[in-house]
């Protein structure tokens, strides 16, 4: 049973950092897609950010200001959050699936992690 734990949310100062971290654990085979979600309150939950196979997507209202990543191991991904703005408030999801995005089959996604931004 793959298990998504996030980490690294909590309260900044418009204009500050975060760096959210994810590790994944219990499975044996490699996860070709991992990402971020986020859902603000009385919104529905969008994507942040996904990298797979070595492309990366962003969503155009974080671009140029979020960064993801992946460890060595490939079962962490993080994100760094510059610039943040208190419209990134929200709760963040680690996301990860065994095969591409298009492709059919399981997704697998962590509890979430708050992060609020004061103006």
């Known amino acids: 049973q793959v298990q998504l734990v996030e980490s690294g949310g909590g309260l900044v100062q418009a204009g500050g950092s975060l760096r959210l971290s994810c590790a994944a654990s219990?499975?044996?085979?490699?996860?070709?897609?991992m990402g971020w979600y986020r859902q603000a309150p009385g919104k529905q939950r969008e994507l942040v950010t996904i990298?797979?196979?070595?492309?990366?997507v962003y969503s155009a209202s974080v671009k140029c200001r979020f960064t993801v990543s992946r460890d060595s191991t490939m079962n962490t991904v993080y994100l760094q959050m510059n610039d943040l703005k208190p419209e990134d408030t929200a709760v963040y999801y680690c996301?990860?699936?065994?095969?591409?995005?298009?492709?059919?089959?399981?997704?697998?996604w962590g509890k979430g992690t708050l992060v609020t931004v004061s103006s």
């Open positions: 996301y990860a699936k065994r095969v591409a995005p298009t492709v059919y089959g399981m997704d697998y």
């Open positions: 219990g499975f044996s085979f490699s996860l070709n897609t």
């Open positions: 990298t797979s196979g070595g492309s990366t």
